[in-house]
T-cell receptor
Framework: GQSLEQPSEVTAVEGAIVQINCTYQ??????LSWYQQHDGGAPTFLSY????GLEETGRFSSFLSRSDSYGYLLLQELQMKDSASYFC???????????FGPGTRLSVLP | SQTIHQWPATLVQPVGSPLSLECTVE??????LYWYRQAAGRGLQLLFY??????ISSEVPQNLSASRPQDRQFILSSKKLLLSDSGFYLC????????????FGPGTRLLVL
């Protein structure tokens, strides 16, 4: 089976940089995805890493190390609207279903 | 562009009553469809997924069932709701060509009393 681990909570101040880590155990690994979910809302896709290295999209970057079964989401120039839960996810084996991590709740303070 | 609909947005049901939640997708063909449940402050639990009409895979034993009567329609049902069925139900879709991205509907918040 698949399992993913994330810190449950992270707190940072506006303008700061925060890193949310994700470690995984999977079979048939394709890549690591990240989703953002605001309270009461649905998850929205942020980024995907299939290869080792850093992918940058505006203030958000995502990193993957396949050899370490580890990735992280980096949020720069934090804004209050970044307060949300962040989930990492992988595809389950060779199928079309997905497994999500438990989520990290990010609180951005003024 | 693709759109995913879920209804109702909120539902309050008594224990033992039936349930039917519907999800439809527009703007794509032959999507993979998913039902997730999320308890308050928790992660996403995959309940069912479907790669085609009439093809349903169940991830966890429960009193819920799913059906896919049409290519872009996914229905979550129960004959008798339990208190533990309360939660936020999310439908999502993906495509073989789209890789790892899943697109979620707005969700249905279910409260069983």
């Amino acid at each position: 089976g698949q399992s993913l681990e994330q810190p449950s909570e992270v707190t940072a101040v506006e303008g700061a940089i925060v890193q949310i880590n994700c470690t995984y155990q999977t079979s048939g690994f394709y890549g690591l995805s990240w989703y953002q979910q605001h309270d009461g809302g649905a998850p929205t896709f942020l980024s995907y890493n299939a290869l080792d290295g850093l992918e940058e999209t505006g203030r958000f970057s995502s990193f993957l190390s396949r050899s370490d079964s580890y990735g992280y989401l980096l949020l720069q120039e934090l804004q209050m609207k970044d307060s949300a839960s962040y989930f990492c996810a992988v595809r389950d084996g060779y199928g079309q279903n997905f497994v999500f991590g438990p989520g990290t709740r990010l609180s951005v303070l003024p | 562009s693709q759109t995913i609909h879920q209804w109702p947005a909120t539902l309050v049901q008594p224990v033992g009553s039936p349930l039917s939640l519907e999800c439809t997708v527009e703007g794509t063909s032959n999507p993979n469809l998913y039902w997730y449940r999320q308890a308050a402050g928790r992660g996403l639990q995959l309940l069912f997924y479907s790669v085609g009409i009439g093809q349903i895979s169940s991830e966890v034993p429960q009193n819920l069932s799913a059906s896919r009567p049409q290519d872009r329609q996914f229905i979550l049902s129960s004959k008798k709701l339990l208190l533990s069925d309360s939660g936020f139900y999310l439908c999502a879709w993906s495509t073989w060509e789209g890789g790892e991205t899943q697109y979620f509907g707005p969700g249905t918040r279910l409260l069983v009393l």
